[in-house]
């Protein structure tokens, strides 16, 4: 309250606000305790947003996978990246890093159908005069003139300091952002023919969206993954289909004026946080959270890709078969391979380490395995066996790992990782039955796998093991585990004991009276949390 939040780009606030809008809540701020009186609803509100986000990404990976590869990777890949804690809890909460994962996830499929859909190079074809590229043009112009609009009254009053005492006002420096996305529009309306273009121009609309969501670090780790792809490959010709001149506007325009505009009513203050702080010391010297080297992460993978997590290290053993790729799978294998490798070592190398942060490598780890699975159930697979000794052995760790150690489910998302889950009563909580109960069926399953006949029924019989624990996690151990992690309750607490005392106001005769109310008086009233007032446990 009365504080700037610098840390962070708009797009998590922007989205919070149209959902609340659209549930017709807090409005003008709310009234007092209008978040806890709505019995939840506030909260799905908020997260609403967040939960489809999650949803796009998955789609972004199955419609890829359905078109490049076969419609068992793609359902596998979709299945195994649903069900793992990692994505179905952070997908729940109001943070940044479901839609800047999604976008990512969109980034790498429109990449892949651009380059390699068997469509990629097929004129456009119209539905009753509309194409794809009028999409674009509709969601390109939401979001460019949407902000644009905004900003240019929001800055009134504001200004840009270009040259010593030589300054631009707020409202202006928005008029070369209207100049460059008319040019761009213009530029791709005569310049488009295919539908791989298209895709590239949504590339980098999902780019521009993913740095407002959580600055740079989608687009990033999307361009390195795709580099390190030509460098192993050679396969250099593709960036003839990238449109990179073009698309990069495309990302500016979409990016660039909320930054401006930042700069313009905030001033160094701003850019000394945001980049200084949160972007140049969170990656290079560290900035909250955690510290840690390349093993910090193996472990909260353990418990954040259970159990899916036991089948990855034979699905990363035999990637490197595929360095010099023949066919459209393959190369969209290698491609996931080099995301998730490089993935992994890219958040292991940033100084700060939340238990979170890793999440953006998950989906393409549980692509891989997806493979794997498809290659076992082709008869592909080598070494099935001795692979399936590897996969129960580390399933069995792990799930000890989440057994006993429970609270490592909600750590998974939350920012202190001090609270454990309580074992005193009343307040006991004790999970340990069904999480074993849970884990004893993957075990079975994957022992199972070894009797080849049966192997795609215990393939889905997992998948539904999967589901279901997902479904317990998401609306059980999370729902009782909130009031020891979550504040919500203390809220409660507050309003439920509060007492609303009235303002006494004396006046000596009619004149004071009037000079206060017909002149615009405001009474500033301050409220206090009493002292007295405790939350017990």
Not at 82 to 90: D, E, H, K, L, R
Not at 105 to 127: K, N, S
Not at 190 to 203: D, I, L, S
Not at 523 to 533: G, M, N, S
Request: proline fraction near 4%; charged fraction near 15%; charge should be positive.
């Amino acid at each position: 309250q009365h504080e700037t939040f610098h840390s962070k780009p708009p797009l998590t606030f922007w989205v919070m606000g149209l959902s609340l809008k659209a549930f017709g809540m807090l409005g003008d701020g709310g009234f007092s305790g209008e978040v806890i009186a709505q019995n939840g609803w506030v909260e799905l509100a908020i997260r609403l947003p967040f939960a489809l986000f999650g949803v796009g990404g998955v789609a972004f990976l199955w419609w890829f996978l359905r078109r490049l590869v076969s419609r068992r990777v793609a359902w596998l890949a979709a299945m195994f990246t649903a069900t793992v804690p990692y994505y179905f809890f952070i997908s729940r909460q109001a943070i940044t890093d479901i839609p800047m994962c999604a976008m990512l996830m969109g980034q790498v499929a429109l990449f892949a159908m651009a380059m390699w859909g068997e469509d990629a190079e097929r004129p456009l074809r119209a539905w009753r005069g509309l194409t794809w590229f009028h999409a674009f043009l509709a969601g390109f112009g939401v979001l460019v003139l949407g902000q644009l609009v905004y900003f240019t009254f929001d800055l009134r009053g504001t200004r840009m300091a270009l040259f010593p005492k030589t300054f631009l006002s707020g409202p202006s420096t928005m008029i070369p952002f209207y100049l460059g996305a008319l040019g761009v529009a213009v530029w791709c309306w005569k310049k488009t023919r295919t539908v791989g273009q298209v895709r590239m121009y949504f590339f980098y609309l999902l780019a521009g969206v993913a740095v407002l969501a959580k600055g740079p670090v989608a687009p990033g780790l999307t361009g390195l993954a795709i580099l390190a792809y030509l460098v192993v490959t050679g396969e250099w010709r593709l960036l003839k289909k990238a449109e990179l001149v073009r698309v990069c506007l495309i990302a500016i325009a979409v990016a660039l004026p909320w930054h401006v505009a930042m700069y313009c009513k905030d001033g160094n203050p701003w850019l000394t946080e945001y980049v200084g702080v949160h972007i140049v010391n969170r990656a290079f010297t560290g900035a909250h959270g955690d510290r840690g080297t390349f093993d910090y992460f193996l472990g909260q993978l353990g418990t954040g890709m259970w159990p899916w997590i036991a089948f990855v290290p034979v699905a990363l053993a035999g990637f490197v078969r595929f360095f010099r790729p023949h066919t459209d799978a393959e190369r969209v294998r290698l491609l996931v391979a080099i995301w998730a490798v490089l993935g992994f070592f890219f958040f292991s190398a940033i100084s700060t380490k939340f238990h979170h942060y890793v999440l953006p490598a998950v989906p393409a780890l549980c692509t891989l395995v997806a493979f794997w699975w498809d290659d076992v159930l082709a008869g592909r697979a080598k070494r099935v066996g001795l692979a399936l000794v590897l996969i129960v052995g580390l399933l069995l760790v792990t799930s000890i790992d989440l057994v006993h150690a429970q609270e490592n489910l909600v750590r998974l998302f939350i920012y202190r990782y001090d609270r454990t889950i309580p074992q005193q009563a009343p307040w006991s909580l004790n999970f340990e039955g069904v999480l074993l109960g849970f884990a004893a069926l993957f075990v079975l399953g994957a022992c199972l796998l070894a009797w080849a006949r049966v192997r795609a029924y215990i393939m889905w019989g997992m998948g539904a093991v999967a589901v279901a624990f997902a479904l317990y996690a998401s609306h059980v151990i999370v729902p009782k585990a909130s009031p020891h992690f979550g504040q919500r309750q203390l809220f409660d607490l507050y309003y439920q004991n509060r007492s609303i005392h009235g303002v006494d106001l004396a006046y000596d005769g009619l004149g004071e009276l009037y000079a206060d109310f017909a002149g615009g008086q405001d009474f500033r009233v301050q409220a206090l949390i009493p002292h007295t007032l405790s939350v017990g446990a």
